[in-house]
């Protein structure tokens, strides 16, 4: 059975839909021959056959037969001299699997006897910057591909015939590898895998690939079958010890730079959104605006966390508020711990788009500290399986605080998801504020999560100093 859409796969159909809108836009006035909605494919697929007698007419989402192959052609021109197709993506570069796409298009549409005389492909260009006013003239880049869609007619027909026999029952024989997540990740990845070693070897940090092809081929899967001889002449014969009684890994050693860290400490977590077409006037496609934050301070050691929150629900654009707002809880002095080098990452970001405000910014930058390094370097249990995702450390060191109580916004997809419902002008305002405390809530959360994790480390390391 195929697995259900990833917030990841759903995030990027979205980002599809959005710029598809666009390019009517761009590419219009047309005709929109199929819906997807209706699924009118036999209907869509007369209405484009008869399109190819309209001269000078543009049409999109037109419908094309052969070889049992449909394709949907984006953005179709009937010109004198023959057809135009314009495939759109809402990638930001022409990527290889994109080429393989128009191949197949045009493959399809000239066995279907449409004579195609370009094939291009459109995606968008991270260097547009929004003028506003709704003018996204410039959002695309347009690259010629029509010779080489012509070059690999052939290697196209035999990947049709591929698919059909596999459609008949004929099961490939491939086995599972990184072709399963490139460019996207399979829906019966799962299926093909089989079941899973509860701890497998990729639970080890440091375990090598050749390391775990050299075990794989031996017969195992799971790191407590790894022999004893085997682990104790490895690096990660103390991780190995550890999964097999279940206590955590702490290396004290490791935790020296956060133990030097001076007070008050403030903890930091942002929520971003970005668009695939850009809502805010001066801003670029997929620029991460951030809209909300958190911070938890420290004043001292052993003092009870204090807790700040930011969260801009206007449907304006939240940048500068946020900036503000943040300058003005952090201060001046004390170090700013984040978990990964996302925050530093977006404030670099808003120091371009705030040029004002880049000296207080800088100096925030100035003064973060990831704990992410020293988490992975300092703590290891066996439940992380392989990730010290800040939702997989959290239940090994404080079993109290948990993500799974938390509502309906869980983790950071969903509090994008949160956000643009919750900033939609018609909606009822005790749904938008339920939404508000979801997101405050799950924003909290990762603070609370880092400082009860620095904590840890730190107690840790002086017990064993």
């Not at 314009?86 to 045009?106: F, H």
């Not at 775990?212 to 899967?221: K, N, P, S």
């Not at 052993?302 to 807790?307: F, K, L, N, R």
């Not at 996302?342 to 100096?363: F, G, I, Q, S, V």
Request: glycine share 8%.
């Amino acid at each position: 059975m195929a697995a259900p859409p990833s917030p990841q796969a759903r995030a990027a159909f979205a980002a599809g839909e959005a710029v598809g809108r666009v390019a009517h836009d761009i590419y219009g006035p047309g005709i929109v021959l199929f819906d997807p909605e209706r699924k009118n494919y036999g209907e869509a697929l007369e209405r484009s056959r008869a399109a190819l007698a309209h001269i000078g007419g543009t049409f999109f989402e037109a419908a094309y037969q052969a070889d049992g192959v449909l394709v949907i052609a984006d953005v179709v021109r009937v010109t004198a001299s023959g057809v135009e197709v314009i495939e759109v993506k809402s990638s930001t570069e022409l990527k290889d699997y994109y080429r393989d796409d128009a191949a197949i298009q045009a493959h399809v549409l000239r066995s279907a006897g449409v004579p195609l005389t370009a094939m291009r492909v459109a995606h968008v260009d991270n260097q547009f910057k929004y003028p506003g006013n709704g003018d996204y003239r410039g959002l695309l880049a347009e690259h010629d591909v029509t010779a080489e869609t012509a070059a690999r007619s052939t290697g196209v027909s035999t990947w049709i015939t591929g698919a059909h026999e596999v459609l008949a029952g004929a099961m490939p024989d491939i086995a599972p590898g990184k072709h399963c997540d490139k460019p996207f990740e399979c829906p019966f990845k799962m299926h093909c895998a089989g079941p899973q070693p509860e701890y497998p070897l990729k639970t080890l940090r440091g375990l090598s690939r050749k390391s775990i092809e050299t075990l794989h081929r031996q017969g195992i899967a799971d790191v407590r079958d790894i022999p004893a001889t085997v682990a104790e002449t490895e690096g990660w014969a103390d991780q190995w010890r550890a999964v097999l009684d279940g206590t955590p890994l702490i290396r004290a050693e490791e935790i020296r730079p956060l133990l030097e860290l001076s007070y008050p400490r403030y903890y930091l977590d942002f929520e971003t959104i970005s668009f695939a077409v850009p809502h805010w006037t001066g801003t670029r496609p997929y620029q991460a605006i951030p809209f909300q934050w958190s911070v938890h301070v420290e004043a001292a050691p052993g003092a009870e966390p204090i807790h700040h929150e930011f969260l801009d629900l206007s449907g304006e654009n939240p940048a500068r508020r946020c900036m503000e707002a943040l300058i003005a809880c952090l201060g001046n002095a004390g170090p700013v711990l984040t978990y990964s080098s996302y925050e530093k990452t977006t404030l670099n970001a808003m120091r371009k788009l705030l040029p004002d405000l880049d000296t207080p910014l800088a100096a925030i930058v100035e003064r973060l500290f990831d704990l992410l390094p020293v988490t992975k370097a300092a703590y290891f249990h066996r439940d992380l399986k392989g990730s010290w995702s800040i939702k997989k450390v959290l239940p090994t060191i404080d079993s109290t605080l948990t993500y799974a109580g938390l509502g309906e916004v869980q983790d950071g997809g969903q509090a994008q998801q949160a956000y643009l419902e919750a900033i939609e002008p018609c909606i009822a305002s005790d749904r938008r504020e339920n939404l508000r405390q979801a997101m405050l809530g799950y924003c909290k959360r990762d603070t609370e999560a880092m400082v009860a994790l620095a904590q840890r480390l730190g107690s840790a390391a002086s017990l064993r100093s």
